[in-house]
């Protein structure tokens, strides 16, 4: 009898080794994978500076004090006010001043270049180069990328704007950062991937 009985003994404690393995393998296989998460912005400014004059730089910014909260980046009701026929380099500063000392995103963006672009919109006959209305709406409109990732498709972190002659009151411009990881390409556009921001500013040009 004492033979069976360990028998018995035995074989239940296999079959609850056996158990254990499974579920261990079944947990391993059900590790998630690691998601590219957006980046936290909470300062964003747009530097405009005139090409033929260094020292006309407009600044426009936009704040999130509450980073991945509740709140949204809020945009200067100042706005972009520039000149009538001049022409600027478009740069940007991204920041995430939750830690410290602050984040530097843009240095993010710039390094990840094959994942992230940034679009344009602005109102149409704003600019004489580059004219029409941005490409926000269709990712082949004209905007003048000064960089490119590896692949040559465009970044954004630096652009060329040229006014028109006539002035503009109260007309908008619009930039959207999309985070494109694994999809971006010389086609993908602005509704493709994570909006990392999209900032709306009033523009005025005199």
């Known amino acids: ?20 393995a499974v579920i261990s393998c079944s947990d ?3 590790t998630p994978e690691e998601e590219n998460e957006v980046e ?11 090409t033929a004059d260094a020292s006309d730089v407009v600044r426009a910014s936009a704040q999130d004090p509450d980073g991945a909260g509740i709140q949204e980046l809020v945009v ?3 706005g972009i006010t520039l000149s009538t026929d ?5 740069t940007f500063e991204i920041f995430n001043n939750l830690e410290t000392p602050g984040e530097d995103i843009g240095e993010e963006v710039a390094e990840e270049d094959d994942e992230h672009q ?5 109102t149409d006959g704003a600019f004489a180069n580059p004219t029409g209305n941005g490409n926000v709406d269709n990712a082949g409109d004209a ?14 972190l630096s652009t060329t704007w040229t006014t028109g002659a006539n002035p503009v009151a109260g007309g908008n411009f619009t930039a959207r950062l999309q985070h494109q990881p ?15 921001f999209n900032l709306s500013f009033v523009l005025n040009i005199q």
């Open 182 to 196: 694994d999809i971006k390409s010389a086609t993908t556009g602005a509704a493709d991937g994570d909006t990392d």
């Open 118 to 122: 940034i679009f344009f919109s602005f």
């Open 143 to 156: 905007v003048n990328y000064n960089d490119q990732d590896g692949n040559g498709n465009p970044l954004g």
């Open 76 to 78: 200067d009701p100042a």
């Open 86 to 90: 001049a022409t600027y380099t478009l």
């Open 28 to 30: 391993d296989d059900d």
């Open 40 to 50: 936290v912005i909470t300062d964003v400014t747009l530097v405009f500076t005139n």
């Open 1 to 20: 009898m004492k033979t069976i009985e360990q028998f018995r003994t035995l074989r239940l404690m296999a079959l609850l080794f056996m158990g254990i």
